[in-house]
């Protein structure tokens, strides 16, 4: 079955720039979307389409996709940031999830 | 303004059959493209998805769970739900339905994201 693979962590001091993979065969065939996921709360879309912003979400969030990796980028991350990001592709009629990555916002 | 609430039991002893149902406002599962999704997140761990229905009746199923799984929709009620059978322990999760926009062209049915999502519930799976 399709896999999409994430780094369990990414630590980042702000002012910096944050990315977070996402690696699959020829993900970049497939769009890739994101979502942020506070503790406690459910997960919100903040990239759809590779690299389309939803209304209401800080232009400081970007996507890109290629080859066999996507990538969220944070843009001088905010304390606000910290939380749990999860990519997401469809597969074979299937929707697939990635493990999720913790950012943290030092 | 779109929004989905899940209900249904917070707990279910091993081997019986879990029904949860997804109560929506703001679109119509008539709309063609729409869909309705469930995905569940046990206790600190990652999303997993378990299946989607569109506006059509189509449906969609995680392959690792697909034999434990039914989706069916009631539009005239505004209503999703979804059921799995024998219910284990490791089925402990909080389990989220959300709302998949509707798709122009293109493969409808293996396309898109979710948003938004309900608040979530937790079913617990304990004798």
């Known amino acids: 079955s399709y896999e999409l693979i994430q780094p369990p962590s990414v630590s980042v001091s702000p002012g910096q720039t944050a990315s977070i993979t996402c690696s699959g065969d020829n993900l970049g065939d497939k769009f890739t979307y994101w979502y942020q996921q506070k503790p406690g709360q459910s997960p919100v879309l903040v990239i759809y389409q590779d690299s389309r912003r939803p209304s209401g979400i800080p232009e400081r969030f970007s996507g890109s996709n290629s080859g066999n990796t996507a990538t969220l980028t944070i843009t001088g991350p905010q304390a606000m940031d910290d939380a749990d990001y999860f990519c997401?592709?469809?597969?074979?009629?299937?929707?697939?999830f990635g493990g999720g990555t913790k950012l943290t916002v030092l | 303004q779109i929004t989905l609430e899940e209900s249904g039991p917070s707990l279910v002893k091993p081997t019986q059959t879990l029904t949860l149902t997804c109560t929506f406002s703001g679109f119509s599962l008539n709309s063609r493209g729409v869909g309705v999704g469930w995905i569940r997140q046990p206790p600190g761990k990652a999303l997993e998805w378990l299946s989607v229905i569109f506006w059509d009746d189509e449906k969609r199923y995680s392959p690792s769970l697909k034999t434990r799984l039914t989706i069916t929709k009631d539009t005239s009620k505004n209503q999703v739900v979804l059921t799995m059978t024998n219910m284990d322990p490791m089925d402990t999760a909080t389990y989220f339905c959300?709302?998949?926009?509707?798709?122009?062209?293109?493969?409808?049915?293996?396309?898109?994201?979710?948003?938004?999502w309900g608040q979530g519930t937790l079913v617990t799976v304990s004798s």
């Open positions: 997401q592709a469809w597969d074979s009629d299937a929707v697939v």
């Open positions: 959300a709302h998949r926009p509707s798709c122009v062209g293109g493969n409808c049915h293996s396309w898109g994201w979710f948003d938004p």
